[in-house]
């Protein structure tokens, strides 16, 4: 196997952990300092920012997976130029606490070093997201 394929098997990888709620398997494919930003404007939606190392991400990843369910991801596009990869996804996400569900794109960029996810920034529809937790 290739190292794109590599790199892509270790996303689709992180992305089958979190979709099945999985937030060690998920903790497992980063980096112990890996780095994980919601990019978006803090003072409006609490979610975004910046979170780093096994031990930040495994609550950062539980919180997200216990209000926000992934039920079903396709991915649209992906493109690998040397340590980075952009992902754009298309899920169905479920805001637990109400049941309310809708359907969103994502955009992933991620940077990998050693087998493993170093830094992974997601661009999310934030506005959609504090629409649901309102």
């Given at each position: 196997m290739g190292q794109r394929e590599e790199m892509l098997a270790l996303i689709?990888?992180?992305?089958?952990?979190?979709?099945?709620?999985?937030?060690?398997?998920?903790?497992?494919?980063?980096h112990p300092?890996?780095?994980?930003?919601?990019?978006?404007d803090k003072s409006a939606l609490e979610l975004t920012g910046s979170m780093q190392?096994?031990?930040?991400?495994?609550?950062?990843?539980?919180k997200l997976?216990?209000?926000?369910?992934f039920e079903g991801r396709e991915i649209l596009a992906e493109l690998v130029d040397g340590d980075r990869v952009a992902v754009h996804s298309r899920v169905d996400v479920r805001y637990r606490p109400t049941g309310q569900a809708s359907s969103t794109e994502i955009l992933d960029l991620f940077r990998l070093q050693d087998?493993?996810?170093?830094e992974l920034i997601e661009?999310?529809?934030?506005?959609?997201?504090?629409a649901m937790i309102s």
């Open positions: 689709r990888s992180a992305y089958a952990a979190r979709d099945r709620g999985d937030a060690e398997g998920l903790v497992t494919a980063f300092e890996g780095l994980f930003t919601l990019m978006g190392g096994h031990q930040t991400l495994r609550g950062a990843f539980s997976i216990d209000e926000f369910g087998g493993k996810i170093v661009f999310a529809d934030t506005a959609q997201i504090k």
